[in-house]
């Protein structure tokens, strides 16, 4: 028996997972059966168009008729849109994969969290957070888990972008904060903060973000609307930026580690470049995104960095693909994610990154964001 797939979103994570879907049959031969079954937006034409570009069977504007009738339910769309309807579909049972940030507010997220608590065990919830599926993050989770790097002392993640250092770049729903909920810490920080969760968070390792200290900055105020707007300023309509366009924060962990983190959208030259480095009383590594085939180790007694190139077939999801070498990119983590998701659905049990694990980032954003306001350190709740 097939599994029906209702997506609501198709621009570029709608396209990013509809990718991994058709990959699935090809690659991971034990994946359930999927259909493309129903592609969810508000425009009909635009979503026909869509529809047929990714492969699905129909269409429908209206996500309340659909969550009912289909086996998952993903939810693609912008942050303000993850809340309801992940947490109707939910309710009706339905297994629910949301794109991160969880939701533009903690209230929000907790609610969600909520609701996929009540949903049980047996109706995974997840929160798409791609870069745990990379292979070398992985390797790199083995690597501290199997204790060799001794005890954690300092973990730095920043994730640099540039796609705003031109104050004409146009004004998008990312820049709004009833839409976006926050700026480049939402959107970016929630990736490096549930990577740093995933590597160091278990009890033996750093354990839990314990406090945060934060500082948020927008350098831009306003920004053009795409097409000059509706007319009535010439055509030179703006709108105002309320998130931040970078953060900076210190992080302690309860084995008392320093976490360094930070991200911008005006790191003039860096695309997509995210980066963690771990150090331990043994030993320390380092991942760069650009470099998404490797990862550095340096271990006890060495005098620098070993770089192993994890591409071997017994390294994490390398054997579904190619040769030894034959390196993977940005795409084939949606394929992995896609794969254990829906394996979850397929088998009725928990998936994670869950909603706990998304509302868990989104208490350290939270006090990240509350701390830059109060101008004080901000102890996360739990
Ligand atoms: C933003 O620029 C963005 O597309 C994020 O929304 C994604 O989560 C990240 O993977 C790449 O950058």
């Known amino acids: 028996m097939s599994l029906d797939v209702g997506v609501l979103g198709y621009r570029f994570m709608g396209k990013a997972h509809a990718n991994a879907m058709a990959r699935l049959p090809m690659f991971f031969p034990d994946a359930p059966e999927i259909e493309r079954s129903v592609l969810v937006g508000r425009d009909e034409d635009s979503l026909r168009e869509a529809a047929d570009q990714l492969g699905f069977d129909s269409v429908s504007t209206d996500w309340e008729a659909v969550i009912d009738n289909v086996d998952a339910f993903y939810n693609l769309g912008p942050n303000h849109v993850h809340p309801e309807p992940s947490i109707a ?13 969880l939701a533009p507010t903690l209230e929000d997220a907790e609610r969600m969290a909520e609701a996929a608590a009540d949903a049980g065990e047996s109706v995974p919830a997840g929160t798409a957070f791609n870069y745990r599926f990379v292979p070398a993050i992985q390797y790199a989770k083995g690597v501290l888990e ?18 705003l250092v031109d104050p004409e770049a146009a004004w998008s729903w990312r820049n709004d904060a009833e839409m976006a909920g926050a700026g480049a810490l939402g959107d970016l920080g929630s990736h490096t903060v549930d990577l740093v969760r995933f ?30 707007g509706d007319g009535d300023d010439d055509g030179n309509e703006t709108r105002p930026v309320t998130v931040d366009d970078a953060y900076a924060a210190h992080l302690e ?13 005006y790191a003039t030259g860096h695309k997509n470049d995210h980066t963690i480095e771990i150090h331990g009383s043994k030993g320390s590594l380092r991942f760069s995104l650009e470099r998404l085939n490797e990862l550095e180790v340096l271990r006890e007694g060495d005098r620098g960095y070993e770089t192993i190139l994890v591409t071997d077939e017994d390294d994490p999801y390398v054997d579904h693909w190619w040769p030894p070498g034959h390196v993977l990119g940005w795409e084939h983590t949606f394929v992995h994610e896609n794969y254990e998701f829906l394996s979850a659905v397929a088998e009725g049990r928990e998936f994670s990154p869950s909603f706990a694990d998304g509302l868990a980032a989104q208490r350290v954003l939270t006090a990240i964001q509350e701390s830059d306001e109060r101008g004080e350190w901000v102890t996360i709740g739990q």
Request: contains cysteine.
């Open 146 to 163: 199997s204790g060799e790097l001794g005890e954690i002392r300092h973990v730095r993640g920043s994730y640099l972008q540039d796609w």
């Open 199 to 228: 590597l160091v968070g278990d009890d033996d390792l750093a354990g839990d973000i314990e406090r945060a200290s934060g500082h948020l900055q927008t350098f831009v105020d306003e920004r053009p609307v795409e097409g000059g």
């Open 253 to 265: 962990f309860e084995n008392g580690a320093m976490g360094t983190l930070e991200a911008t959208r």
């Open 89 to 101: 579909a939910l309710e009706s049972g339905t297994p629910v994969f949301c794109e991160k940030p």
